[in-house]
């Protein structure tokens, strides 16, 4: 037989605050997509923070992987850090543009 449990009546549950109109205002703000009266700042991220964030598979075909071997050993990186480089200064370009 289940043994239905209620939870034990304390303080605090049988006292239920109402909320402020300052906080009612604030719910119904962001409800309605309106800005927020306490803004969160973006986190800093460190660009030479270690690399365990993310990892991703990356497929090559033969004609690909010879060009990768190509540029790395031309540009005297790692195929590794040829492709973050690559990626990393693709993004800034664009970034440039759009400004």
Known sequence: MVKRREPKASS?????????????EAFASQAEGGATTIQAKA???????????????VPFNQHEYEQLEIGSRLAGRSKLNFIRYAMLKLAKEMQDEEV
Not at 12 to 24: C, D, F, H, S, Y
């Open 12 to 24: 605090l549950n049988l006292i239920k605050p109402e909320p402020t109109a300052e906080q009612v």
């Open 43 to 57: 986190p800093e991220l460190d660009q030479n923070a270690i690399r365990d964030y993310k990892a991703m598979r």
